[in-house]
């Protein structure tokens, strides 16, 4: 039986880009965001994440038995094949599944090709996983106590983007959490901030995120109002959101 990981993520999306980064194909960034922080105590050298084992679906899954011999799904991807996956709409096509394979190997990453029993078990009956899981540790989240002060020779530089940070507080979806971070990573954020009354699931944030949580460096906060008021008193403007009738609309 395949035993459930202490820490996970699960999709094609997720699983590609943990390992895009790990491979340094892609950049999270983390050594220049920190710079924008300040902290009570400093921050260390951004660390990856370890990744351990990658689970990925046998394609002809004709047996649910967990000790039937494995059968690699992937085999020679031939460029003029049909990419649509054989048996389970679910399961990316074989091009991706090539890459993915590619990316651990590169990795020395060992493979081990099970049930789709096997995989749902560990993400829950629920989840879709796209027939892939990466066992790996919990990502290193820095806890910060505001932004630091942004010089004014920067502020007149109109060529250069200001920092943006997206801060989240009281989100108990884990599913729009990773939404959020999605959107952030998609419109430049330069982070996420997030208070002590967020309690992530990162399998769940990961996949929903649709691998975005690889790339968008992460902060917690210990009290998000201290945050927000010290950071306003360094010069940051802060913007609210709300769907309250009384809300002031900034467009």
């Not at 049930?115 to 820095?142: Q, Y």
Request: a negative charge; glycine letters at 4%; one cysteine or more.
């Amino acid at each position: 039986m395949v035993p459930i990981p202490d820490h996970f993520v699960y999709g094609t999306h997720a699983v590609h880009a943990m390992l895009s980064v790990a491979a340094g194909q892609l950049s999270k960034g983390e050594a220049d965001t920190n710079q924008i922080f300040d902290t009570l105590e400093p921050l260390a050298p951004p660390s990856k994440q370890l990744l351990h084992k990658l689970y990925a679906q046998r394609r002809h899954d004709r047996e649910q038995d967990d000790k039937t011999d494995l059968v690699e799904i992937v085999g020679d991807v031939d460029d003029n094949s049909n990419n649509e996956p054989e048996s389970d709409s679910t399961l990316p096509s074989k091009s991706t599944l090539g890459a993915i394979r590619d990316l651990a190997t590169e990795l020395k990453i060992p493979i081990e090709y099970v049930s789709k029993r096997a995989i749902t078990r560990i993400v829950g009956p629920m989840n879709v996983h796209n027939g892939l899981v990466l066992s790996c540790s919990e990502p290193n989240v820095p806890r910060v106590c505001s932004l630091k002060p942004w010089p004014e020779a920067d502020k007149t530089k109109t060529n250069r983007r200001m920092p943006l940070c997206v801060v989240l507080d009281q989100l108990y979806d884990q599913y729009n959490i990773g939404n959020i971070v999605r959107t952030a990573t998609f419109f430049g954020a330069s982070a996420v901030v997030y208070s002590e009354h967020v309690n992530p699931q990162w399998p769940h944030v990961a996949r929903s995120s649709a691998g975005a949580l690889a790339l968008m460096p992460l902060y917690s906060t210990q009290s998000l109002l201290q945050f927000i008021i010290e950071s306003k008193a360094r010069g940051w403007t802060v913007v609210g959101t709300s769907v309250r009738e009384q809300a002031t609309n900034i467009e």
